[in-house]
């Protein structure tokens, strides 16, 4: 069992630590939402939670990234993901960002809900990149 090809403890840390965690903000409102009998997400003003967590995950798995001794066979995967996360975090930083000018502004509710199918949208796919980052960082720590 200790000769597997992936650093599985490595990579449940991660989830437990940081997908996890990154997620307790988004759950909390929807707890609280829901016992405000409010659990109608229809804005991205109601739920801006969900750009913290993809902004959090991307950040950890970059920081894990850039931590990595990587095999120069690798290195171009690595930066790739690394590049493409740190955009991740920055266009989840930009995001946010517009919600706040959002709320500030007071645009209609179509600009809003489109922000909120992005946000949701942007998040997905990094938090998909964002495991899929980690497994290769696991086979690539548990090989060294």
Same mark, same amino acid.
């Given at each position: 069992?200790?000769?597997t090809i992936v650093n599985w403890k490595k990579?449940?840390?991660?989830?437990?630590?940081?997908?996890?965690?990154?997620?307790?903000?988004?759950?909390?409102?929807?707890?609280?939402?829901?016992?405000?009998?409010?659990?109608?997400?229809?804005?991205?003003?109601?739920?801006?939670?969900? $750009?913290?967590?993809? +902004?959090?995950?991307? !950040? =950890?798995?970059?920081?894990? #990234?850039? *931590?990595?001794?990587?095999?120069?066979?690798?290195?171009?995967?690595?930066?790739? $993901?690394?590049?493409? +996360?740190?955009?991740? !975090? =920055?266009?989840?930083?930009? #995001?946010? *960002?517009?919600?706040?000018?959002?709320?500030?502004?007071?645009?209609?509710?179509?600009?809003?809900?489109? +922000?909120?199918?992005?946000?949701?949208?942007?998040?997905? #796919?990094?938090?998909?990149?964002?495991?899929?980052?980690?497994?290769?960082?696991?086979?690539?720590?548990?090989?060294?």
């Amino acid at each position: 069992m200790a000769d597997t090809i992936v650093n599985w403890k490595k990579f449940v840390n991660w989830v437990l630590f940081n997908a996890l965690f990154a997620l307790f903000p988004l759950l909390s409102v929807w707890f609280f939402r829901a016992l405000l009998r409010k659990s109608a997400v229809e804005t991205v003003s109601d739920f801006p939670e969900i $750009l913290f967590f993809s +902004l959090m995950v991307c !950040a =950890t798995t970059v920081s894990d #990234l850039r *931590g990595l001794e990587k095999p120069s066979r690798w290195a171009l995967i690595f930066f790739t $993901l690394e590049a493409i +996360l740190l955009f991740g !975090a =920055t266009g989840s930083a930009i #995001l946010y *960002g517009g919600v706040r000018v959002a709320g500030i502004i007071n645009p209609d509710m179509t600009f809003q809900s489109q +922000l909120l199918t992005y946000s949701i949208v942007v998040s997905v #796919l990094l938090f998909i990149l964002s495991v899929t980052s980690e497994i290769l960082v696991a086979i690539v720590d548990r090989q060294r």
